[in-house]
């Protein structure tokens, strides 16, 4: 067999068409070589008409393609009318030409594609079936979690200090750093509209209540999504497809227990110290750029962070991290039970779950906000 | 279509195949030939590396020393241009289908062909289809996933796929493992018609011993790092050495021989 590259160049088979009218075919009736035979038939076959003969006898070999291009074409002159003779096919050459008729035709036919309402429906339905679906595992974990309070020592311990180390103690370093820059790029925006008022100490104010209550919340639990949401998908998918989550529930074992509870419960735990620890760094990034831009010092700096900011801002920021910690670990571990089958369907749901889980803490930040303004402690109540 | 083959070429030559696993030795000097036309099985037990041997002659691995010749290429010297038109000319059904997951089957089964030749897509779609009806799956199975299929479908949507190019020769790995015994018949019949129509070579790694009956020409054992024996079931079935005679004559190979003589 050639490479279909250099057949293209030289044709090692032909069809032709003799003086008498008979359509001589020779050469290879092979795969690389069909393209240019499918020409070379439909130039010389438009022009016959009535009885035709096609000499075979100068094919040396034949494959699948070239045997469904001879069918293919007696099958359509034969549609308009026109009969044909074979002659000197080879015994082999035949069988296969046979086989294929016999075989073949009955399947080839044009896919069907669903039209636009019916695609419309699917995905609607397709859609409720996931809100209702998400709806009964929040419930059933729900209970499953409470059943655990209420009688700690069915906690899994081991998974749930595994994941206390993967999902916050690693993760310490990449939020520490991404949230001092945070506070960097805060705190130069602040800084730029300040100082022509000569108004440089409230860098602190703007620092300290823009970071504490909303960006380092935001930005941890956004770390945390893509850390440790996408990795719960990932793994409790690949564990659905190698049907280990269908061994456990056989050996009455609950996934929800032994799965996700120790997840959701370690996040809950670590989001809320991440955030803390984050919260430092981010206030050290905003005094950085007040003392290199402003000219406040550490010391004038911290003097005024004690008196303006109160515990509430502090509280408040800590306070969503376990709200966002749970939104992360259960459509984490939602979007891995719905895995179905494929390795593709375990990439396709790890995606869905991180951009749910960062859209929900997005829509969970805006609807806390409303919410501490209307208990009065909202950034107008100051 | 070779029917005119006088002589039976040697289609892939193994000489003095040694391979090993860190300090373990899978292979210790394996030679053996495989003839065109011929449907050759490697059996042996779990561990003894019939995979490993399998991966060799595709080259997905290479082995420590020793050559082997694929079509006349010999794989320890061959370059990017010439393995790839060497791989074009071969067919490998994988053990678990290894369908991409992604894609349908008529898709998977297109795969090969929209790669390696400039056919029309729709002579293409053609093809596709003759290939199902050759491996007789349904032709509503065209449009599904793989993971829409039963294990026996889905070995056969692989078979199509390994044979869309029409290779000369096709490697099996564990073709019946895990279908039940229908579809095993059923699938070993396809192979044996395949062989007889494209005038396919085929190597087949199997634990299967019905299969082995009724399909294979030639069987090569292996045990101990070494191939033990290579014959016909008939004489195999006869063997002295102790390993081949517990691997065929155990209560199991009886019962397979005693059902492919009552079939005849």
Same mark, same amino acid.
């Given at each position: 067999?050639?490479? &279909?590259?250099?057949?293209?160049?030289?044709?090692?088979?032909?069809?032709?068409?003799?003086?008498?009218?008979?359509?001589?075919?020779?050469?290879?009736?092979?795969?690389?070589?069909?393209? $240019?035979?499918?020409?070379?038939?439909?130039?010389?076959?438009?022009?016959?008409?009535?009885?035709?003969?096609?000499?075979?006898?100068?094919?040396? %070999?034949?494959?699948?393609?070239?045997?469904?291009?001879?069918?293919?074409?007696?099958?359509?002159?034969?549609?308009?009318?026109?009969?044909?003779?074979?002659?000197?096919?080879?015994?082999? $050459?035949?069988?296969?030409?046979?086989?294929?008729?016999?075989?073949?035709?009955?399947?080839? #036919?044009?896919?069907?594609?669903?039209?636009?309402?019916?695609?419309?429906?699917?995905?609607?339905?397709?859609?409720?079936?996931?809100?209702?679906?998400?709806?009964?595992?929040?419930?059933?974990?729900?209970?499953?979690?409470?059943?655990?309070?209420?009688?700690?020592?069915?906690?899994?311990?081991?998974?749930?200090?595994?994941?206390?180390?993967?999902?916050?103690?690693?993760?310490?370093?990449?939020?520490?750093?991404?949230?001092?820059?945070?506070? /960097?790029?805060?705190?130069?925006?602040?800084?730029?509209?300040?100082?022509?008022?000569?108004? !440089?100490?409230?860098?602190?104010?703007?620092?300290?209540?823009?970071?504490?209550?909303?960006?380092?919340?935001?930005?941890?639990?956004?770390?945390?999504?893509?850390?440790?949401?996408?990795?719960?998908?990932?793994?409790?998918?690949?564990?659905?497809?190698?049907?280990?989550?269908?061994?456990?529930?056989?050996?009455?074992?609950?996934?929800?227990?032994?799965?996700?509870?120790?997840?959701?419960?370690?996040?809950?735990?670590?989001?809320?110290?991440?955030?803390?620890?984050?919260?430092?760094?981010?206030?050290?990034?905003?005094?950085?750029?007040?003392?290199?831009?402003?000219?406040?010092?550490?010391?004038?700096?911290?003097?005024?962070?004690?008196?303006?900011?109160?515990?509430? @801002?502090?509280?408040?920021?800590?306070?969503?991290?376990?709200?966002?910690?749970?939104?992360?670990?259960?459509?984490?571990?939602?979007?891995?039970?719905?895995?179905?089958?494929?390795?593709?369907?375990?990439?396709?749901?790890?995606?869905?779950?991180?951009?749910?889980?960062?859209?929900?803490?997005?829509?969970?930040?805006?609807?806390?906000?409303?919410?501490?303004?209307?208990?009065?402690?909202?950034?107008?109540?100051? | 279509?070779?029917?005119?083959?006088?002589?039976?070429?040697?289609?892939?030559?193994?000489?003095?195949?040694?391979?090993?696993?860190?300090?373990?030795?899978?292979?210790?000097?394996?030679?053996?030939?495989?003839?065109? #036309?011929?449907?050759?099985?490697? /059996?042996?037990?779990?561990?003894?590396?019939? %995979?490993?041997?399998?991966?060799?002659?595709?080259?997905?691995?290479?082995?420590?020393?020793?050559?082997?010749?694929?079509?006349?290429?010999?794989?320890?010297?061959?370059?990017?241009?010439? !393995?790839?038109?060497?791989?074009?000319?071969?067919?490998?059904? $994988?053990?678990?289908?290894?369908?991409?997951?992604?894609?349908?089957?008529?898709?998977?089964? &297109?795969?090969?062909?929209?790669?390696?030749?400039?056919?029309?897509?729709?002579?293409?779609?053609?093809?596709?289809?003759?290939?199902?009806?050759?491996?007789?799956?349904?032709?509503?199975?065209?449009?599904?996933?793989?993971?829409?299929?039963?294990?026996?479908?889905?070995?056969?949507? &692989?078979?199509?796929?390994?044979?869309?190019? @029409?290779?000369?020769?096709?490697?099996?790995?564990?073709?019946?493992?895990?279908?039940?015994?229908?579809?095993?018949?059923?699938?070993?019949?396809?192979?044996?018609?395949?062989?007889?129509?494209?005038?396919?070579?085929?190597?087949?790694?199997?634990?299967?011993?019905?299969?082995?009956?009724? /399909?294979? #020409?030639?069987?090569?054992?292996?045990?101990?790092?070494?191939?033990?024996? /290579?014959?016909?079931?008939?004489?195999?079935?006869?063997?002295?050495?102790?390993?081949?005679?517990?691997? $065929?004559?155990?209560?199991?190979?009886?019962?397979?021989?005693?059902?492919?003589?009552?079939?005849?």
């Amino acid at each position: 067999m050639q490479t &279909a590259i250099t057949t293209a160049r030289s044709p090692t088979a032909s069809a032709s068409l003799d003086s008498d009218g008979t359509l001589s075919c020779a050469g290879a009736w092979k795969m690389a070589n069909v393209p $240019f035979l499918e020409r070379q038939l439909a130039e010389v076959l438009g022009t016959e008409s009535g009885q035709q003969i096609w000499d075979m006898s100068g094919i040396t %070999s034949m494959d699948t393609a070239g045997a469904w291009l001879v069918r293919r074409s007696l099958s359509r002159l034969e549609q308009t009318g026109r009969r044909v003779e074979l002659r000197g096919v080879r015994a082999e $050459f035949e069988q296969l030409i046979r086989w294929i008729s016999d075989e073949g035709e009955s399947v080839a #036919g044009q896919p069907q594609k669903p039209g636009m309402i019916d695609q419309l429906g699917h995905a609607a339905w397709n859609a409720s079936l996931q809100g209702l679906g998400f709806l009964s595992f929040v419930g059933e974990s729900t209970l499953v979690l409470l059943r655990l309070l209420v009688n700690p020592r069915r906690i899994r311990w081991q998974p749930f200090f595994y994941n206390l180390r993967a999902g916050g103690l690693q993760a310490i370093p990449i939020v520490g750093l991404l949230s001092f820059m945070m506070g /960097v790029v805060i705190a130069y925006q602040a800084a730029v509209a300040l100082r022509p008022y000569g108004a !440089s100490v409230f860098i602190v104010e703007f620092v300290g209540i823009a970071m504490l209550r909303e960006i380092v919340p935001l930005i941890t639990a956004i770390i945390v999504a893509g850390r440790s949401g996408s990795a719960y998908t990932a793994q409790i998918g690949t564990m659905k497809v190698t049907e280990e989550v269908n061994a456990m529930r056989t050996m009455g074992i609950d996934p929800l227990e032994l799965l996700i509870a120790p997840k959701v419960l370690a996040l809950v735990v670590a989001v809320p110290l991440l955030t803390a620890f984050a919260d430092v760094t981010g206030v050290f990034g905003g005094m950085v750029i007040a003392r290199t831009q402003l000219d406040v010092g550490f010391n004038a700096f911290l003097d005024r962070f004690e008196s303006v900011i109160f515990p509430t @801002d502090y509280l408040i920021g800590v306070g969503k991290a376990p709200v966002f910690a749970v939104i992360i670990a259960m459509i984490g571990c939602y979007q891995g039970l719905c895995v179905s089958g494929s390795a593709e369907s375990v990439g396709r749901h790890t995606t869905v779950s991180v951009v749910q889980s960062i859209f929900v803490v997005i829509v969970f930040d805006a609807l806390f906000s409303v919410l501490l303004d209307w208990m009065g402690i909202g950034l107008f109540a100051q | 279509m070779r029917f005119d083959d006088k002589i039976p070429e040697p289609v892939i030559e193994i000489r003095h195949l040694t391979t090993r696993f860190g300090s373990a030795v899978i292979h210790d000097d394996i030679s053996f030939t495989v003839l065109r #036309g011929e449907i050759f099985a490697v /059996v042996g037990a779990s561990g003894s590396g019939k %995979s490993t041997l399998l991966q060799e002659m595709i080259m997905l691995r290479r082995p420590e020393s020793g050559s082997i010749h694929v079509l006349g290429k010999d794989l320890s010297a061959i370059g990017e241009r010439e !393995s790839m038109e060497l791989r074009r000319r071969l067919g490998v059904l $994988f053990q678990h289908g290894a369908l991409f997951s992604a894609l349908t089957v008529a898709e998977n089964i &297109a795969v090969p062909l929209r790669e390696h030749t400039q056919l029309s897509a729709e002579f293409i779609r053609e093809i596709v289809g003759i290939k199902l009806g050759w491996v007789r799956l349904p032709a509503n199975s065209a449009e599904k996933y793989p993971n829409q299929l039963s294990g026996g479908m889905l070995k056969r949507a &692989a078979l199509a796929r390994a044979i869309a190019l @029409d290779p000369e020769l096709v490697f099996l790995d564990e073709p019946t493992a895990g279908l039940d015994p229908a579809s095993t018949a059923a699938l070993d019949d396809l192979i044996r018609q395949l062989k007889y129509i494209l005038g396919l070579t085929i190597v087949m790694v199997t634990h299967d011993l019905d299969s082995l009956w009724n /399909v294979a #020409g030639r069987v090569g054992v292996l045990g101990d790092g070494k191939l033990l024996e /290579v014959g016909t079931m008939e004489e195999l079935s006869r063997s002295d050495h102790p390993l081949v005679a517990e691997y $065929f004559q155990g209560s199991r190979g009886r019962g397979a021989k005693e059902q492919a003589w009552n079939r005849r």
